[in-house]
């Protein structure tokens, strides 16, 4: 009883550890959404400008994620977690004393280079620490995920009343890598740093299911950073305060995280995740047809079924990859693949919503491209068979 529980102690440990990482991978973009209004009052941003607040993190962060297993094989993991926490946490405090668009923008960059590292080697991570809970853990730490997106939709506004200034707003979140770093520093004991620079690296290009699951990635992504970059915005123009329209981006998040940890324990239970799939898309569909159709009835009904499809799809699209692949490290480079090309496909759809948004003067037309794009995804959906996995990877 004694073994058992000293080797549970450091499991432990460590997923603390993952989850407070988690936290940090998503405040630095979830909170400009809800304070974009008071940004554009003090700076000269158009909504195709403010895009690239969304878009250019989301590409550095598909870009880093190429090189992400290549820095985390040298540096090792616990170092190169420590590193990306550091340039998180000072990309995000460095705007408190910013005054141009572009300072903002390069602070955003910054910010999704460090997120890349970490999401880069993550997956590998938990599925060589806890391969008997691959599903389970993946789901704890992509709810974490969403849960530092709903802390910071949420409190950016409140930060904003109480001190009036949105800079402060946007640099506190500063903070969670403080409460982070400290704990996953004291993981190296329990967790062994591990270098792998003897792993074969191994190419996913000329893999075209190795695509289809990018494709995926990316296409569910999209969603999600569409809804966090405008959904606030959408609503103040509909007549909310800012306050109410983060509040609202903040319960959409809150649905993601119930979602983030029911959905994968659900799935869990069988290897063949298409259904669940199948169901996730489903409700998105519904959230996004009722945002076109009736914004202002039933207002909460539309974020709640858009969160808990999203907040369930991000962790199940990673999962199906990780399923195609037994050994960690060669699962790890295939998420690394499906992530940085899967980011590359999503940074560009809030650019693009921007654009429809400043030539039609609406979202309404984004979020009806949005809703094409999940039915696409249902027919992908039926292509996961477990069954033939092995054949697909070679």
Request: with cysteine; hydrophobic share 55%; glycine share 10%.
């Amino acid at each position: 009883m004694e073994n058992v529980r000293a080797t549970a102690r450091p499991a432990i440990w460590l997923m603390l550890g993952i989850i407070l990482v988690g936290l940090n991978l998503r405040p630095s973009m979830a909170a400009l959404g809800p304070l974009l209004s008071a940004i554009r009052g003090d700076m000269a941003l158009s909504f195709s400008l403010a895009a690239l607040l969304t878009l250019l993190p989301v590409m550095a962060m598909g870009l880093a994620m190429f090189f992400g297993m290549a820095v985390s094989q040298r540096l090792g993991e616990q170092r190169t977690v420590l590193l990306s926490l550091l340039i998180i946490g000072a990309a995000t405090l460095s705007r408190l004393f910013l005054d141009s668009a572009g300072g903002l923008i390069a602070s955003a960059v910054l910010a999704g280079i460090g997120i890349a590292l970490i999401q880069a080697l993550m997956p590998a991570l938990i599925k060589s620490r806890f391969p008997d809970n691959v599903a389970l853990c993946m789901g704890l730490y992509v709810t974490s995920i969403m849960g530092g997106a709903a802390l910071a939709a949420s409190f950016a506004p409140w930060v904003l009343m109480q001190t009036g200034n949105w800079r402060t707003g946007l640099a506190v979140w500063a903070v969670l890598a403080l409460l982070a770093i400290p704990v996953w520093w004291a993981t190296r004991t329990t967790s062994p740093d591990v270098t792998r620079s003897d792993i074969r690296k191994e190419s996913f290009f000329a893999n075209s299911r190795a695509w289809l699951l990018a494709i995926f990635f990316g296409l569910g992504t999209a969603s999600y950073t569409c809804v966090l970059a405008w959904l606030a915005p959408y609503y103040v123009e509909k007549g909310w305060s800012v306050q109410n329209a983060g509040l609202m981006l903040g319960f959409l998040t809150a649905m993601e995280v119930i979602s983030g940890l029911v959905v994968p324990a659900i799935a869990n239970r069988s290897r063949d995740r298409r259904l669940v799939l199948g169901a996730l898309l489903g409700l998105i569909i519904a959230g996004f047809l009722g945002l076109i159709l009736s914004p202002q009835h039933l207002s909460l009904l539309w974020p709640c079924l858009l969160g808990l499809g999203i907040g369930g799809l991000f962790p199940m699209s990673l999962i199906v990859s990780l399923d195609h692949l037994d050994e960690p490290q060669r699962a790890g480079g295939l998420t690394a693949f499906v992530q940085g090309s899967g980011y590359l496909i999503a940074g560009l759809s809030p650019l693009m919503a921007g654009v429809v948004r400043d030539r039609l003067g609406s979202f309404e037309w984004a979020w009806w491209s949005l809703t094409a794009v999940m039915a696409l995804m249902l027919l992908m959906v039926m292509r996961f068979d477990p069954r033939h996995y092995a054949r697909h990877m070679g």
